[in-house]
């Protein structure tokens, strides 16, 4: 192996084990897994978005993690989204087509999808004070 | 495909004796029976430290630690975590966690600095690309391409570190006087034989992150002009050697080992040595006759083996964790690591904190850290409640460290102010119920078998010194008795060729001073406060006695007698002061003193 060629892999496996880490992520996408969910085709949603942050090079941003149901069942699947100064908000309906729209609009592009937005996260009333 | 979690298994040889290697396995099976084997990476990795708890389980990204995990738990984390998003709480460390919680929060991590456990836990020991991806061969690359070996050498002298083995010798000047010997031929060599009783952080370290021994090695190689490097290890660690062996085999395959390393012109091989368990081979000079082929036994010093080491070549021989903190150094510079640490003493130091104390473990914390800090907030103190009596640290060669002394900030210097060493790190922590003349005796024995017989003052004096401490823990001890212990004492630390008999009677001394009225009534009251010599035991039963007849059934010794349902006596010139009689009586009518 030469020098450019350890190089080149070290960067590539970076981000390989860059995904395990949970420390300085700052984008959390959580997928709704409730039985509802994963009904209305959430694990397909959820594919999308592991491939998309690994396409658009997110994955030391981004953590994508999933969660039961967000009571929300009549538009799964529900994705929550939290990102720095912006406000938390929960998508519905959200299909592959949808997906993609997300990353590159509100996690890229910072801007909220107005249209899509069907709720806000209930206040935690676990959270500590 | 990527994958949607990740579970981290622990493989370390405390987790794999309790059937680590199981729940793995059960977990890959699980995982394809429930056809999600393709979303979730199982990887085995290097020990976490947090033995006690094993085996750890860690599921990302959730950040979920699992403790004492059961080959059948498998079936719930794939199910729950993997399929449905879920954590399993009864699994959970913090069964209140909060899903946004870190790992570091957990009060065994949150003091801990880890640089030489950086990667344990976290790779998979057995993936060189999994180490190059955690900046792995960065150091190499640095060395090989940008620095001379001056460079090198420098960098190592100003980071201030010191040989983790033990002595606490700065690892620069030892660089450099490799270096500046004249020779045809040069050699590396890591010790890895490690035996202080209670010791296995270098274990831990090999079987957790081994790349990181490969890579200071040939970095040191290159700065002192050496082309082989030899890893003497003990037979006894069969999965370090095997993941020292993968390592090898990974590294050379990738060019990262052999000639022409990275296409820098600079060649560099390494050779495993086991070792057969000898305590003495880890004494350097011991060690390089034994990598010979010759019996393991020390050479006087000088000649150092910087300048006549392997086959009067000169040879660099250093630790495990001195090894496993060089890559780090290059790569983030020698004034990143000397800030580290405190003024004697730079960087970090692992521990294994074993004996009473909650959390039995590996730690990781900065020199300088108080022993109050280590055992009563990352080890959260002493089992069971009793009381803290004192920690004995370095093993055979250290001394027992009393709760008056817990303050003190922990380096090279302070511990050896306080009649302890460093050592390799082991720490035993020890409770109201331990007795200090037993320990001392437990570790002359220990040195009078690993003794190697080269030389009379460790030869004859640790046999001596054994025989006293026998002869006052069955009470038949004189006060001039103590007198002999310091006197032999010194004179074996005064004399002895190698730092095995140099350090042998360290245990003997440093209770002596620090808990002399204990030895005093051994001598003089013929009572053992601990109750822990059984020679000085009498075993009685109290009125609490109901008549049952069960201790009498017990007896091996056929020495308790009494009428049924009445008090029953012992006949102490029979009584073997086993303590058979006080395990089975369930009305606590037995008491000893």
């Not at chain 1, 249209?115 to 676990?126: E, G, S, T, V, Y």
């Not at chain 2, 100003?158 to 040989?163: C, F, Q």
């Not at chain 2, 890893?231 to 395959?253: D, G, N, S």
């Not at chain 2, 080992?257 to 880890?282: H, M, P, Q, T, Y």
């Amino acid at each position: 192996m030469t020098l450019e060629e350890l190089r080149k892999l070290r960067n590539q496996m970076k981000t390989e084990v860059e995904k395990r880490e949970t420390a300085g992520k700052t984008i959390q996408v959580i997928v709704g897994m409730g039985t509802c969910g994963i009904a209305s085709g959430a694990k397909e949603t959820f594919n999308t978005f592991l491939k998309l942050i690994d396409e658009k090079g997110l994955a030391d941003r981004v953590m994508l993690r999933q969660t039961g149901c967000m009571g929300l069942c009549a538009h799964e699947p529900t994705v929550e989204v939290i990102a720095p100064d912006m406000p938390r908000v929960i998508y519905g309906d959200v299909k592959a087509d949808v997906a993609k729209e997300i990353v590159e609009q509100h996690i890229i592009g910072k801007k909220l999808l107005d249209n899509l937005i069907i709720d806000k996260p209930a206040a935690d009333i676990m959270a500590k004070k | 495909m990527a994958y949607s979690h990740y579970i981290l298994v622990c493989g370390g040889t405390a987790c794999e004796s309790s059937s680590s290697k199981k729940i793995y396995d059960n977990l890959k099976a699980e995982a394809k029976a429930l056809g999600v084997e393709n979303e979730v990476q199982i990887v085995q990795t290097g020990c976490f430290g947090f033995c006690e708890k094993g085996p750890i389980v860690k599921v990302l990204p959730e950040d979920s630690f699992y403790v004492n995990v059961v080959p059948e738990d498998a079936h719930d984390i794939i199910a729950e975590q993997i399929v449905k998003g879920r954590e399993v709480p009864r699994l959970l460390y913090d069964k209140n966690k909060k899903s946004t919680e870190d790992v570091s929060d957990i009060p065994f991590y949150k003091k801990q600095l880890r640089i030489v456990l950086r990667n344990c836990g976290v790779i998979n020991p057995e993936s060189i690309e999994e180490y190059i991806a955690r900046d792995g061969y960065l150091a190499l690359e640095k060395a090989l391409f940008e620095m001379t070996p001056e460079q090198i050498v420098q960098e190592v002298k100003d980071s201030g570190l010191r040989g983790r083995g033990g002595a606490g010798f700065p690892t620069g000047l030892k660089w450099d006087a490799g270096l500046k010997a004249k020779g045809d031929e040069k050699y590396v060599v890591c010790n890895a034989d490690e035996g202080d009783p209670g010791a296995y952080m270098d274990r831990s370290t090999i079987e957790g992150d081994p790349h990181s021994v490969l890579e200071a090695m040939t970095i040191c190689g290159k700065a002192i002009g050496s082309h082989h490097g030899f890893i003497y290890i003990r037979a006894e660690y069969p999965l370090a050697v095997h993941r020292l062996e993968v390592a090898i085999k990974q590294a050379t395959e990738k060019g990262l080992l052999g000639k022409n390393i990275l296409g820098s012109g600079f060649d560099f091989d390494l050779e495993i040595r086991l070792g057969a368990g000898a305590f003495v081979c880890g004494e350097e000079t011991a060690l390089l006759r034994s990598i010979e082929g010759k019996r393991g036994m020390p050479t006087p010093k000088p000649p150092f083996p910087a300048q006549a080491g392997l086959w009067g070549k000169p040879t660099i021989i250093n630790n495990v964790e001195t090894w496993a903190n060089i890559p780090v150094i290059i790569t983030k510079g020698a004034s990143w690591y000397n800030k580290i640490g405190d003024a004697d003493s730079k960087g970090t130091k692992v521990f294994a904190l074993t004996g009473k104390i909650a959390n039995s473990g590996l730690v990781e914390v900065p020199m300088g850290t108080t022993l109050r800090e280590i055992i009563f907030e990352i080890g959260g103190g002493i089992k069971n409640g009793k009381k803290f009596k004192g920690v004995q640290t370095g093993g055979p060669s250290g001394g027992i460290i009393s709760d008056a002394e817990l303050d003190t900030p922990i380096d090279y210097g302070a511990l050896i102010r306080m009649g302890s060493m460093m050592g390799s790190g082991g720490m035993i922590v020890m409770d109201e119920d331990d007795c200090v003349v037993d320990i001392a005796k437990f570790y002359m024995e220990f040195c009078v078998d690993e003794s190697c017989g080269k030389c009379s003052p460790c030869r004859i004096g640790t046999r001596q010194m054994y025989t006293i401490l026998d002869k006052i823990s069955r009470g038949n001890g004189t006060m001039q008795d103590l007198q002999k212990l310091e006197d032999i004492g010194s004179a074996m630390k005064a004399c002895s060729l190698c730092a095995l008999g140099q350090s042998a009677p360290n245990p003997t001394l440093s209770t002596i001073k620090k808990f002399h009225e204990e030895y005093i009534a051994h001598i003089q009251d013929k009572k053992c406060p601990a109750g822990k010599c059984k020679h000085l035991l009498t075993f009685f039963i109290t009125e609490k006695c109901i008549g049952c007849g069960a201790c009498a059934r017990q007896c091996p010794a056929n020495c308790i007698s009494g009428e049924i349902k009445t008090r029953h006596v012992i006949d102490q010139t029979k009584c073997l002061k086993c303590g058979a009689c006080e395990r089975t009586c369930k009305f606590h009518a037995i008491e000893k003193k």
